[in-house]
T-cell receptor
Framework: KAGVTQTPRYLIKTRGQQVTLSCSPI?????VSWYQQTPGQGLQFLFE???????NKGNFPGRFSGRQFSNSRSEMNVSTLELGDSALYLC?????????????FGQGTRLTVV | DQQVKQNSPSLSVQEGRISILNCDYT??????FLWYKKYPAEGPTFLIS?????DKNEDGRFTVFLNKSAKHLSLHIVPSQPGDSAVYFC????????????FGTGTRLQVTL
């Protein structure tokens, strides 16, 4: 079956703009999580959505937001972009039918803020 | 506050030898641990996991050991192969936090011929 799909793969934005990233989870998966990867910081948890509700949230400012649709697809939005938002944004999906499951990651969206 | 630490940013091992990647954690609420492998320009790929009720889990060439008293886990790869060259991330999940994973900063493994 198809994996986790993230679009776009690459994005260049100007400081102050906003951006929306998209994630389509594996079919049947109801949980979608977002992570930011930067050099030296590793992967940091942004938020998790399950059945269209935000279930967990990391320590990021309110400029970072997300949502999940009824088909489990998810979007994350970053407003008023800063240079430090340049990173690889990864989306992960999980079945949630079993408590001990691993997350399956997409290839990520590489965001560059100039 | 780095709750999951991978203190070795890089590791070089000869092909055929054992690779040992280490991970330390501080949060006693972590009850499930995972290792992911990541190649450049790709998302992390799940390798192996272990529940806190176990101290060892094996899958082919990969074995994860968990020492709860020391809050330490390690990934052993035997024998190491050139295709294993990648960045390895240790991740942990706390009880009741569903899919929220806390990652270490990664260890770059280079397997040389």
């Amino acid at each position: 079956k198809a994996g986790v799909t993230q679009t776009p793969r690459y994005l260049i934005k100007t400081r102050g703009q906003q951006v929306t990233l998209s994630c389509s989870p594996i079919s049947g998966h109801r949980s979608v999580s977002w992570y930011q990867q930067t050099p030296g910081q590793g992967l940091q948890f942004l938020f998790e959505y399950f059945s269209e509700t935000q279930r967990n949230k990391g320590n990021f400012p309110g400029r970072f937001s997300g949502r999940q649709f009824s088909n489990s697809r998810s979007e994350m939005n970053v407003s008023t972009l800063e240079l430090g938002d340049s990173a690889l944004y990864l989306c992960a999906s999980s079945p949630e039918g079993h408590l001990l499951t691993e997350a399956f990651f997409g290839q990520g969206t590489r965001l560059t803020v100039v | 506050d780095q709750q999951v630490k991978q203190n070795s940013p890089s590791l070089s091992v000869q092909e055929g030898r054992i690779s040992i990647l280490n991970c330390d954690y501080t949060n006693s609420m972590f009850d499930y641990f995972l290792w992911y492998k990541k190649y450049p320009a790709e998302g992390p790929t799940f390798l192996i996991s272990i529940s806190s009720i176990k101290d060892k889990n094996e899958d082919g060439r990969f074995t994860v050991f968990l020492n709860k008293s020391a809050k330490h886990l390690s990934l052993h790869i035997v024998p190491s192969q050139p295709g294993d060259s990648a960045v390895y991330f240790c991740a942990a999940r706390a009880t009741g936090t569903a899919s929220k994973l806390t990652f270490g900063t990664g260890t770059r493994l280079q397997v040389t011929l």
